[in-house]
């Protein structure tokens, strides 16, 4: 979301639902039109029976706009995004935030059905349908702010010599008690370290054993069975946008089973495939993305964001991570000029990018067998592998 102008909104109460690690994403009604929201909606159904996962409740901020005209849901009315809502699996719940007692209330029905990500029932959004930016001041200098695109741009362009923009400014930063949030010395306060998250366990699996016997004419059975090894171990999944079959990896015991075990997860999207990678990997557990080299180039960009991501997080004394993880082939099965794209491997280059092609099956799967933490400490803390 982009920052806007206006006071804070008293933060909703914890949920205390054993359901682990809740999220709280918010999402304007103009990121909802791209591709990655719209396959995000129905996407926790490849999740339904793959263990536990969390919870999450949306909060959709429909204010009508995007950042500078009408989004598309600006159309609706209250029926149609009941509809629309109800429609992806979600149990609708919409307020415009004009009533706080209500808002409230609201909000603990809400808790109240929120359940973990994976379970097969409708989970809850929260649609919020106040204007944009509606705590903050209505017009400013003679212009009008709130329920503008105004408020994605310079809502305050010159608060250092205009009074009347000065105040707006000092009301809507005062608004937020900083002298809560922050010591005289500008660090954050003990209230708002309790909120930060810590840094996550980084479980070691046991090093699965090398099946060095599983050796044949092709790489895929070694490597399939050094995955089923890894999943073995615990904290382990493998993330792939449907190509794990074309990819030739088994990922059942019994090579006659086509069913998906527990750990492994498809969805047609790379960038979701990507987000669950990121996400299993940040909480500390261990995790693969095995995808086609012809369309891992889709998450170029996702990947440039996550690298700086980690360098934030390292300049702000987080600590490190473990890697994420791509397992990606095409070239090597010869196949044809359209399915040729080594774009995302030539275009990333970098001492936080390390490049693995290991020659024969059994480098293979030595390579895949590492956990991420171990290819991280090999690598020298890097953050991206390409297998």
Known sequence: MQPQCGPRRAPPAPSTKP????????????ELETGAAAAAWTARR???????HGAVLPVVLANGLRMGSPSVLAGLDEVELRAYFTGLGYEPFLHDGGDMAGFRTVLAEVFARLCPLGAARPQPVLVLTMRKDATGPDHVAGRQIAGTPAVHKTPLKDPARNREEFDALAAGLGSYGPGELFTES????GLVRQALPHPAPRPRPAPPVAPLAACGAEACPLVS????????AGAFRLFSPDEAASNRLRL???DEDDRLPAWASEILNEEICHAWLQGYTETGRDALL????????VNTSLLVQHLKHRSARTAAGGGGLANINYLITSLGWRNTYTHQNPGLVSGRQGDTVHFRNPSGHTGQARTVSLPSAEFAEFFGGCGVSLT
């Open 19 to 30: 359901f682990g690690n809740a999220q709280f994403p918010a999402l304007g009604d103009g």
């Open 46 to 52: 490849a999740l339904f029976g793959s263990g536990l």
């Open 186 to 189: 500008g660090q954050p306060s």
């Open 225 to 232: 069975t050094v995955i089923r090894e890894r999943a073995a």
């Open 252 to 254: 059942a015991a019994d």
């Open 290 to 297: 095995a995808t086609y080299e012809a369309f891992a180039a």
